[in-house]
């Protein structure tokens, strides 16, 4: 719309419409700002700051004009961004497997329902911690590489630990560990652990 322009900013919140106007983000003669950095070098990924006023556009949508802009991070590369034909049609969505595992912070961005995932997962941990503490059971950590595996049958990843000169094993269960502690004293305990077999 020649010196002003509507654009999306995402947060962990949601996404809302920003307007900038040429003449407010760029006071004086100089509108590289606007002209150059704001309409030709951002990409989508981009982070951006801004601060402005809260309005609501002709159509209803609320929207912040925009009083100052900062470029806070540059992305290397644009974000995949998923588009929906009129049938309902995907294109170009980022649901490769390998993709999503390697870069979990694009799958994040892009597909709001791993974040909603996480969050899920914290809150399942949260309760669940805060079931065992009222009934005062002890939060421990028990050692992840082990000199002997047990607790499970499967094998284990195998190591060796350079300075100490011996062979140690990734646990394939933290069960032994608890039961010593049980052993030891305490009436209860329990961990969120990461077990690992092949």
Do not use: W
């Amino acid at each position: 719309m020649g010196k002003a322009s509507f654009a999306e900013l995402q947060d962990s919140d949601g996404k809302i419409q920003i307007y900038v106007n040429r003449d407010e983000i760029c006071e004086t003669e100089d509108k590289t700002m606007y002209n150059t950095v704001f309409k030709k070098l951002l990409d989508i990924g981009d982070i951006i700051g801004i601060t402005g006023t809260v309005f609501i556009t002709k159509v209803g949508e609320i929207s912040v004009k925009v009083k100052e802009l900062k470029v806070l991070t540059k992305s290397l590369r644009p974000l995949p961004l998923p588009k929906v034909d009129a049938d309902g049609t995907v294109h170009d969505a980022f649901t490769d497997p390998e993709k999503r595992y390697r870069q979990r912070y694009v799958d994040l961005v892009v597909n709001p329902e791993v974040k909603d995932a996480f969050i899920k997962r914290t809150k399942l941990t949260n309760s669940m911690r805060e079931f065992l503490n009222k009934k005062e059971y002890l939060e421990v950590e028990t050692p992840i590489l082990q000199p002997l595996y047990g607790g499970a049958a499967a094998r284990p990843f195998k190591t060796h630990h350079n300075t100490l000169d011996m062979e140690l094993y990734l646990r394939i269960a933290n069960e032994l560990y608890l039961k010593r502690l049980v052993v030891g004293g305490f009436d209860g305990v329990y961990e969120f652990s990461k077990d690992f077999q092949k």
